[in-house]
């Protein structure tokens, strides 16, 4: 297996400027890869890398983003679709708002970026999409029947895509972190953090370069095989789901 990335490709990562983002960004730096990331405010990304404003629940932003890290840096040839936010609520209490909103952004949201980057990597006959899920997609969590909705709806965009364009050297993966250091997690209950903490084989949370690390490997050469495929990186806590 190696490590260094033969000729620099044209990464894009979705909500590249913090989080589990941010440190697959610094990942394919540290590989030599050109990386663009989206931030909302167009900010923050890390040195070395181009970043470019984008909501991913409105196109036309995306659309803008995407051209200009295709003009920076040359079609994408390697799309991490991280974006996403939870609002979580137990399902008698969330609005259709809080529903919908979590699902535009996860879900349609990574439509929209897909379908905008694919058709160069046809052309090119060459492509990786790797869609960042969550454990909740396939195990479930009380309180995001939302967000497991999403994440799990991701595993079905991935394989969908796969039988797509899986003869065009094109694969698309799905890679499920189970609870990591980030805002996103920090923002939980003390006491919710412990349940969890308890209920993972590993007995620790995991740093978000643990993940990006992952997400490297499968947007690599070495993973050209392997398409369709959810990859946990959650310390067994959501094993055989
Ligand atoms: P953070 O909350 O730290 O970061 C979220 C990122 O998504 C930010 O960069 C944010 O950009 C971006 N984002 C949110 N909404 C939008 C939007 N509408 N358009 C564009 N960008 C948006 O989250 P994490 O780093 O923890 O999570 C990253 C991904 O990993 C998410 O998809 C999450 O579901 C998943 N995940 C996280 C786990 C964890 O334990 N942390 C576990 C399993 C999965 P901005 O700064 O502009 O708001």
């Given at each position: 297996?190696?490590?260094?990335?033969?000729?620099?490709?044209?990464?894009?990562?979705?909500?590249?400027?913090?989080?589990?983002?941010?440190?697959?960004?610094?990942?394919?730096?540290?590989?030599?890869?050109?990386?663009?990331?989206?931030?909302?405010?167009?900010?923050?990304?890390?040195?070395?890398?181009?970043?470019?404003?984008?909501?991913?629940?409105?196109?036309?932003?995306?659309?803008?983003?995407?051209?200009?890290?295709?003009?920076?840096?040359?079609?994408?040839?390697?799309?991490?679709?991280?974006?996403?936010?939870?609002?979580?609520?137990?399902?008698?209490?969330?609005?259709?708002?809080?529903?919908?909103?979590?699902?535009?952004?996860?879900?349609?949201?990574?439509?929209?970026?897909?379908?905008?980057v694919i058709k160069s990597m046809?052309?090119?006959?060459?492509?990786?999409?790797?869609?960042?899920?969550?454990?909740?997609?396939?195990?479930?969590?009380?309180?995001?029947?939302?967000?497991?909705?999403?994440?799990?709806?991701?595993?079905?965009?991935?394989?969908?895509?796969?039988?797509?364009?899986?003869?065009?050297?094109?694969?698309a993966n799905v890679v499920a972190?189970?609870?990591?250091?980030?805002?996103?997690?920090?923002?939980?209950?003390?006491?919710?953090?412990?349940?969890?903490?308890?209920?993972?084989?590993?007995?620790?949370?995991?740093?978000?370069?643990?993940?990006?690390?992952?997400?490297?490997?499968?947007?690599?050469?070495?993973?050209?095989?392997?398409?369709?495929?959810?990859?946990?990186?959650?310390?067994?806590?959501?094993?055989?789901?």
């Amino acid at each position: 297996m190696s490590d260094a990335t033969p000729e620099p490709r044209s990464v894009l990562i979705t909500g590249g400027n913090r989080g589990i983002g941010r440190s697959i960004a610094e990942e394919f730096l540290r590989r030599g890869d050109k990386v663009a990331v989206t931030s909302r405010s167009g900010h923050g990304g890390p040195e070395g890398s181009l970043t470019v404003a984008a909501d991913v629940t409105d196109g036309e932003s995306l659309e803008v983003a995407i051209r200009a890290a295709e003009e920076a840096h040359g079609p994408i040839e390697v799309l991490i679709a991280n974006a996403g936010i939870t609002d979580d609520q137990l399902l008698l209490r969330m609005s259709d708002d809080a529903f919908e909103s979590v699902l535009d952004t996860n879900l349609t949201g990574t439509f929209r970026t897909v379908k905008r980057v694919i058709k160069s990597m046809i052309r090119k006959k060459k492509g990786r999409i790797v869609l960042i899920s969550s454990v909740v997609g396939l195990y479930g969590s009380p309180g995001q029947v939302n967000y497991a909705a999403s994440k799990s709806g991701l595993v079905g965009f991935a394989r969908a895509l796969t039988r797509e364009l899986g003869s065009r050297g094109i694969t698309a993966n799905v890679v499920a972190p189970g609870y990591i250091d980030t805002e996103m997690t920090q923002s939980l209950p003390e006491d919710l953090q412990a349940t969890y903490l308890k209920a993972i084989p590993a007995g620790r949370f995991a740093d978000a370069e643990e993940v990006a690390r992952v997400v490297a490997f499968v947007a690599g050469d070495d993973a050209a095989y392997i398409s369709g495929a959810v990859i946990p990186v959650d310390g067994g806590l959501g094993m055989g789901h």
